[in-house]
């Protein structure tokens, strides 16, 4: 017969199929606690009637795979869904060793075992909740006329400043591998597509070992063109990341706040702004901190964990967004106003930055000048083409899902990536 997911098993004749996650063997009873994709469901055994099982059921270990047949009844006494399943047939589709991880085991021993990590409800539901996000991202998009592209990830030249790239052999020369689709976003832009986005892999060849960085994540881009300013970009992103986590919310709130203990605030509009001197300015009355002026055009990492307080003190907000930097903490392709001040800004979630957005500059004269001050004009040559036939002025952002998870979760980068990749780890 057909197998029916758990979450929709009701009264009646059943064949379930998971994971063993529970297992009490007595001497006249079993009880299984099998688990799928979609839920839990209490199996139990009443041997007498089933002298067939007896054999699998002296075997059976935790985690082994097993399919059943029969009939599934409600019962009070039975806490998850008030169901139970009386089977008819048994049969072991699969028997596991004795695991070589426990929950509690470090996370690079777990990193070694990572199929066996993925099977804990907790990273069922991170899962879950990145599908909901980005699900939530395409909505909110493809409803305002966007379409989505998919960019090489295979480049000629770096992607932005000829540093921090992977170099692989390509046939008789060499290729990298692109640390950002930005380039590609604004030819599409160039090419009259006016809104797109994109979600693909993003490879960074930083030898960082903090809790948020990653050699390989992925990454949510969007551009779109006809902007009036860099106010427009913020806004953009404002209202989907806030349709996005009211998504979030309303599916897996209540199972972040049960599995994680995390509140999930859908935040109100619009976020709050400041510009990075006035950061500075406010970090150091309210709490103290001070850094060399020479570090002002840029946010520090310290100062950057101190605006989660600050955001929460000044604005009783999670998200902050952060203007005026210096034009030289900033790519040379961010437009700059009359006084060289970049039209570009950072978002700061939780005092951790998950977006670097902005204005760019589409006038391949003054383009190409500011390509030529940070000694880019070869490495970006392909680049500077796109703008000598018209080209619209537009903005974007990205956006990585995996970070976004991190602070989701109050977890490391590591655990919220399917399989990490970093410095030291290239395997399983």
């Not at 030819?187 to 797109?196: F, H, K, P, T």
């Not at 709490?287 to 101190?306: I, K, N, Q």
Request: with cysteine; aromatic share 12%.
């Amino acid at each position: 017969m057909e197998r029916t997911l758990i979450k929709n098993v009701t009264p009646g004749y059943h064949k379930v199929q998971g994971f063993v996650e529970n297992f009490r063997n007595k001497r006249t009873m079993a009880f299984i606690v099998v688990r799928d994709a979609s839920g839990k469901l209490q199996v139990t055994i009443e041997k007498e009637k089933h002298p067939e099982m007896q054999e699998m059921l002296d075997k059976l270990t935790i985690h082994s795979v097993v399919t059943f047949e029969g009939e599934v009844v409600a019962s009070e006494y039975v806490k998850m869904g008030g169901k139970e399943m009386y089977p008819d047939t048994m049969r072991v589709e699969s028997y596991a060793n004795a695991l070589p991880i426990k929950d509690d085991s470090e996370i690079d021993v777990k990193m070694d075992y990572r199929w066996i990590d993925l099977r804990r409800e907790k990273n069922h539901l991170m899962l879950s909740l990145q599908t909901t996000l980005t699900a939530a991202f395409r909505e909110f998009l493809l409803e305002r006329d966007f379409v989505e592209i998919h960019t090489p990830k295979l480049i000629a030249a770096a992607s932005e400043s000829g540093s921090d790239v992977f170099e692989v052999k390509y046939f008789d020369g060499n290729a990298y591998l692109a640390q950002s689709p930005q380039f590609y976003k604004q030819m599409a832009m160039a090419a009259g597509l006016e809104r797109i986005f994109e979600t693909g892999p993003v490879f960074r060849a930083e030898k960082s070992y903090t809790n948020k960085h990653a050699t390989e994540f992925t990454g949510f881009d969007l551009e779109f063109s006809y902007v009036d300013g860099c106010e427009d970009v913020m806004k953009m992103e404002e209202e989907l990341l806030a349709y996005a986590l009211a998504k979030v919310k309303a599916a897996h709130g209540d199972a972040i706040k049960e599995l994680y203990g995390m509140d999930l605030e859908v935040p109100t509009l619009p976020f709050p702004r400041m510009k990075l001197a006035d950061v500075y300015r406010e970090l150091e009355e309210r709490y103290g901190y001070t850094v060399p002026a020479e570090l002002h055009g840029d946010l520090t990492t310290e100062a950057e964990r101190m605006t989660k307080q600050l955001c929460r003190d000044k604005f009783n907000h999670e998200f902050l967004f952060i203007t005026d930097y210096d034009a030289s903490e900033r790519a040379f392709y961010h437009m700059r106003d009359e006084n060289g001040v970049p039209q570009g800004y950072d978002l700061i979630w939780r005092g951790v930055e998950i977006t670097t957005g902005a204005q760019r500059e589409h006038r391949y004269d003054v383009l190409k000048a500011q390509a030529e001050e940070k000694g880019l004009a070869e490495d970006v040559k392909f680049y500077l083409e796109f703008f000598r036939y018209g080209c619209p002025p537009h903005g974007g952002f990205g956006l990585g899902i995996d970070r976004l998870t991190m602070l989701f979760l109050g977890l490391s980068i590591k655990e919220v990536q399917f399989l990490f990749r970093g410095p030291n780890r290239l395997t399983p």
